[in-house]
């Protein structure tokens, strides 16, 4: 295996490591040594085209979006969720209670999963729940929460397939819009999805 | 009547006017004489004394708070909502419908108003919606939304009111935290309701 060496966090074509696949990204960083390969420049080429790269790279992992099956306990679903925040162990019924609640809310309520079909592993989430108001002529609003992605498998888009899925849900069922809380160093990512900052968020915690 | 004349939005004793009693912050700005009495100060000083000012003003009104009920269309929440964004009129079908709707929800939305007594007019509102999630141990999070106080009831202290009726229901329900979204210039109102802000807020509209 050949590798190369690089400085920071981009590629000597100024692409970002985030926005290459893994496998690819591994290569510029598990080496510090230089050394020039027709073998892998051509692997490069490959994924360096930005066209081709979003698409290839989720076909290529065989990965698959849908809507969160009782199943995925087993399949790693909490474990990816502890990723984002605390997420205590649940027991299989307590798993079972919160999803039969959330699916009785049919499209009011949905969360989407990526699972990669060669391990078996969910490797994406994210949920989104309808508001019904009386402003906007009964107008509904799509509220998205608890978007994540491995982090075996950043670099693959999936953080936007998960948006897109979440926000064409809410627009299917007739929101005028969609919002989501974020923090400011992820405001780009969503931008390139297609949102634009409008308030802060106010919290306050129960202890 | 005697009247008080004053400089900028701040009574001598330094109280901002938004914080007096519609009535009361009148006086202070519908002349630009100053005319000293013994009368007008002993109505001051009962509403400059900050601690009995939030009880006395509301009491005074005579205003109730409670939920939504579905009289209240008749009672001005339709034109109270329209002081905070787009509402069309609504047919006493389309507003029972999503009242019904909402109300099916039971004690995961809820609506609450505060009606003057004295007009029979809802003078202030606020929602909160909870959603249930697996992260936290299957936690709750209540989302704040639509509050709005009705322009000739500034001063009353109405949204603190309705800001802490919704909280404690959240927390009632068991939320492990309320969240809500504001523009940057209502911070500090929210700061004082006791929230602190944390993210930013995407929105992407569907037109």
Redesign the interface.
């Known amino acids: 295996m050949y590798h190369f060496s690089v400085c920071g966090s981009k590629t000597p074509n100024g692409v970002e490591l985030e926005e290459l696949p893994v496998s690819c990204a591994a290569m510029y960083t598990s080496s510090e040594h230089l050394l020039k390969s027709d073998i892998v420049l051509s692997v490069m080429k490959k994924y360096l085209r930005k066209d081709m790269q979003t698409e290839s790279s989720y076909e290529d992992r065989k990965c698959k979006i849908r809507r969160l099956e009782i199943t995925d306990k087993s399949k790693g ?2 474990e990816l ?1 502890r990723q ?5 162990s ?1 027991s299989d019924k ?2 079972e ?2 999803f039969h ?2 699916a009785s809310q049919g499209d009011d ?1 949905i969360i989407c999963v990526i699972e990669d079909d060669s391990t078996g592993k969910i490797i994406a989430t994210g ?1 989104v ?1 309808i ?8 107008g509904k609003v799509g ?1 998205i ?2 978007v994540v992605v491995d982090s075996s498998a950043r670099g693959l888009h999936l953080g936007k397939k998960v948006i897109q899925f979440l ?1 064409e849900h ?2 299917s069922v007739g ?10 160093e992820n ?1 780009a990512f ?2 390139k ?14 202890t």
């Open positions: 679903f909490i969720l984002l925040t605390v997420c205590d649940l307590e798993f209670d919160r609640e959330l309520h949920s729940f508001e019904k108001k009386f402003i906007r002529n009964c509220h929460e608890d926000t809410a627009e929101c005028y819009k969609v919002i989501l809380d974020c923090s400011a405001r969503y931008e999805c297609g949102f634009k900052q409008k308030e802060i968020q106010m919290v306050k915690y129960f």
